[in-house]
């Protein structure tokens, strides 16, 4: 007979609410959120956006680390290139392996702009104790969001912005969604 767990889950809010997101929260932003902003997704720009300008204006104080950074540069000249250059996104390494002159072809600007908006800090959480690491990783989330979930225990920060449903499970954060 299966029994129910006792220990609490997380909790799922949905970022179109922003009025639940209580002014003030510290909150990490994993990268999807910044990714759909800057490629204008059809289905979160806006939203995104919004949790943004909250951001922006102090009614949420925001929260990344170097790897949000990587992610979302990474997404955002594959999205690029992929379109610029009529490729598949599973052609993508093969294509700049053969045209890494594509890459410097980017115009990063809007990245170097969103994480450059007021209130969006970014950590450098200290690893000199892998342990920490092997913590996270037995939450079993893969590495950059083990990183994440680290780089929030450091902070004591129990709010993500993300599209992660990975996140879902972990126990005693919440999960905002776009």
């Known amino acids: ?12 809010k949905g970022l179109t609410n922003f009025l639940k997101i209580p002014r003030g929260s510290l909150v990490f932003i994993d990268s999807s959120i ?5 490629l ?4 979160y720009f806006n939203t995104t956006g919004q949790f943004l300008k909250k951001v922006e204006s102090g009614d949420i104080i925001g929260f990344i680390n170097n790897i949000v950074i990587s992610e979302v540069l990474f ?9 610029d250059y009529h490729i598949k996104p599973q052609g ?6 053969r045209k890494p002159e594509s890459i410097g072809d980017v115009d990063i600007s809007e990245v170097e702009d969103i994480f450059s908006i007021n209130n969006l800090n970014l950590i450098e959480t200290p690893l000199n104790d ?8 037995k939450k079993l989330l893969l590495s950059n969001d083990a990183f994440h979930l680290l780089t929030m225990e450091y902070l004591n920060i129990d709010n993500i912005a993300t599209n992660d449903g990975d996140f879902e ?4 954060i919440t999960v905002w969604k776009p």
């Open 75 to 83: 997404n955002y000249v594959k999205a690029q290139i992929c379109r």
């Open 34 to 38: 910044f990714t759909y902003f800057l």
């Open 40 to 43: 204008r997704d059809s289905v």
């Open 169 to 172: 499970r972990i126990e005693g």
């Open 130 to 137: 892998f342990s920490l690491l092997r913590k996270a990783h």
């Open 1 to 12: 007979m299966l029994r129910k767990s006792s220990k609490p889950r997380s909790t799922v």
């Open 92 to 97: 993508f390494i093969q294509f700049v392996k």
